[in-house]
């Protein structure tokens, strides 16, 4: 296990993480978003992406987990990235994914969380407490 963001809670405004390198190894990966409090108003949102580069420059969605209100009980949620099971075999990337929506097929050595917190309300009081963590696998090739 590692972690793609620590557990701290995120106030207004869009908050780009640092990227996490040498995944490259990895053939398969298990992404577990770790909402612990958002406890305001309905009309909050938060937004949680993992992206992934081959270039540390040029960044690709593969994973927005579902938009959360901000007065959203704990919750966990897992998104399982596989390039063996790519999906459609032509994935726009010119926008981020829907809500909800994974890409599998997008992979890459570099990875990072992006997220973003909007007030639904004039009062600007939205906070959201979460992590984000990676669970990586690779295949053993037996011996010839």
Request: net charge negative.
């Amino acid at each position: 296990m590692f972690t793609l963001r620590a557990l701290a809670a995120q106030t207004v405004g869009t908050v780009n993480g640092a990227a996490i390198q040498g995944l490259g190894q990895l053939q398969r990966m298990i992404i577990l978003l770790d909402i612990t409090a958002s406890t305001h108003e309905a009309a909050d949102t938060l937004d949680v992406y993992v992206d992934f580069s081959m270039d540390n420059l040029i960044w690709y969605n593969a994973v927005h987990f579902t938009q959360k209100a901000g007065n959203t009980a704990a919750i966990r949620e897992i998104a399982v990235l596989d390039p063996a099971a790519p999906g459609a075999v032509v994935i726009n990337v010119t926008a981020d994914a829907a809500s909800g929506v994974v890409r599998p097929a997008i992979f890459g050595p570099y990875c990072r969380v992006r997220s973003v917190a909007v007030e639904g309300n004039a009062d600007a009081d939205v906070s959201h407490t979460f992590a984000v963590y990676g669970y990586g696998q690779t295949y053993r090739v037996p011996f010839e």
